[in-house]
Nanobody, 122 residues
Framework: QVQLVESGGKLVQVGASLRLSCAAS????????MGWFRQTPGKERDFVAA????????YYTDSGKGRFTISRDSTKNTLYLQMNSLKPEDTAVYYC???????????????WGQGTQVTVSS
């Protein structure tokens, strides 16, 4: 079983950059496709970005393309999300998750972190 712990969320100003981290324990992340999701109060959890097991492919929601970069460091067993040019609509709780299935199939993500709050103030 994989335990995931996110960090790096905080209050920032519009246009700022932020890097979220997701540290894994229990198992190596190399056996999983990994993703970032976000959720605001009263709404469903939305896909943000995903990366395949070997890092060979990445996927982004339209709102994140060109601003967000997902990456993984196997030596640190950690997943990252670099977010640039942040907007107020990026405000949400961000979750990392691990999947043994397809990277873009949200229902396949079996292991989830507790979330980290990102607030973008105008």
């Amino acid at each position: 079983q994989v335990q995931l712990v996110e960090s790096g969320g905080k209050l920032v100003q519009v246009g700022a950059s932020l890097r979220l981290s997701c540290a894994a324990s229990g198992r190596t992340l190399s056996g999983y496709n990994m993703g970032w999701f976000r959720q605001t109060p009263g709404k469903e959890r939305d896909f943000v970005a995903a990366i395949t097991k070997n890092g060979g492919a990445t996927y982004y929601t339209d709102s994140g393309k060109g601003r967000f970069t997902i990456s993984r460091d196997s030596t640190k067993n950690t997943l990252y999300l670099q977010m640039n040019s942040l907007k107020p609509e990026d405000t949400a709780v961000y979750y990392c998750a691990a999947s043994e299935g397809a990277a873009l199939l949200q229902s396949g993500y079996k292991y989830w972190g507790q979330g980290t709050q990102v607030t973008v103030s105008s």
